[in-house]
């Protein structure tokens, strides 16, 4: 099969069409007190609201209603630390096709419990010592499955890209645009709508504090790859950006900032108390480098998307409590 081009804002448009009324097209929710600690006009794009509780839904199910009939017949692979692997798992019960996740064993219980509801077959790797990408790449040959990775492919970036295209449609124009970062797919989609529909618009991505593989990436001009990152935000757990992720984000993204899991943890309570919403650790990602002014805002018209809502109670009481 030939290389896929890398995906342009008429793709996103494209995912659109075919995502539409399949996944919901997501709230957007202001604060007046997000207002008035950071002195900005805050729009929120909830995508914890998202089918399956996270934005990967929409290049998951894009990427699967690319497949032709023999694709279709064999099934769709996939890795994941979760919210990926859910969305493979419920598109390809939406599709009537069959789907393999590779998980790692330490991924919260939630996911692995939601991945399974939705008809997904799991096997579990450790994350320390194996390669899941080789793992994938072994399974896809002995199975004549297709392989959909969690970022680094056109039509998931595509899919993940309409979440900022139905913000700023529903907005209008901004000044600025925050999205969190794990492997790049929501960011790449997410600049690609931004620079289309909101030229002026300044684009930052956000990365957990022990993780900065972008951050330092951007800086480089290549992508830097690191060790596993021990952090609360496990769905931008991720080692390094993607080929095609790093490509976009490169021409598109003006910065990268970090925020810790201390400043996370304050996102989560502040969502919980002030706006009545759960939201995943990952998911508070872009909130909190507005919230606690790592890049000033103030007088700004802001966009923050809001990730992912998957956590658990247990874990979710602990932060909370
Ligand atoms: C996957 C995920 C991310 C990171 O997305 P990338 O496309 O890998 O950058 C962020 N937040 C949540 C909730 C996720 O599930």
Do not use: W
């Amino acid at each position: 099969m030939q290389a896929l081009p890398v995906p342009t804002y008429d793709d996103v448009v494209d995912a659109a069409a075919r995502i539409e009324g399949i996944a919901h097209r997501t709230p957007v929710l202001t604060s007046t007190t997000a207002n008035e600690r950071t002195g900005a006009s805050i729009f929120f794009k909830c995508e914890n609201l998202q089918r399956m509780g996270a934005f990967k839904f929409r290049g998951a199910y894009n990427a699967i209603s690319h497949f032709d009939a023999e694709q279709r017949k064999a099934g769709v692979l996939t890795f994941s630390s979760g919210n990926h692997a859910q969305a493979i798992a419920l598109s390809a019960r939406l599709a009537g096709i069959h789907a393999t996740i590779i998980m790692p064993h330490d991924a919260p219980a939630a996911k692995v419990a939601a991945t399974r509801g939705y008809g997904g077959e799991v096997i579990v790797y450790d994350r320390y010592k194996e390669d899941r990408e080789a793992i994938g790449r072994r399974l896809a040959e002995e199975r004549g499955m297709t392989l959909i990775p969690p970022y680094d492919h056109p039509h998931v970036m595509a899919g993940q890209g309409t979440a900022v295209k139905e913000l700023i449609e529903e907005t209008g124009p901004l000044d600025m645009l925050f999205v969190c970062l794990g492997g790049g797919g929501l960011l790449s989609g997410s600049a690609l709508s931004a620079a289309a529909l909101s030229p002026q618009c300044q684009i930052t991505g956000v990365e957990p504090e022990a993780g900065n593989d972008g951050q330092q990436s951007l800086a480089r001009g290549e992508r830097v790859r690191i060790d596993v990152p021990k952090t609360i935000a496990d769905g931008a757990a991720t080692q390094q950006l993607g080929v095609y992720t790093f490509e976009v984000i490169q021409r598109l993204v003006q910065q990268i900032v970090t925020v810790s899991d201390a400043q996370l943890v304050d996102a989560m309570r502040f969502f919980a108390q002030r706006m009545k919403i759960v939201v995943e650790p990952t998911g508070c990602l872009a909130a909190a480098a507005v919230l606690n002014g790592i890049v000033p805002v103030k007088g700004r018209r802001v966009g923050v998307v809001i990730s992912g809502g998957n956590v658990d109670l247990e874990r979710l009481g602990q932060f909370l409590g």
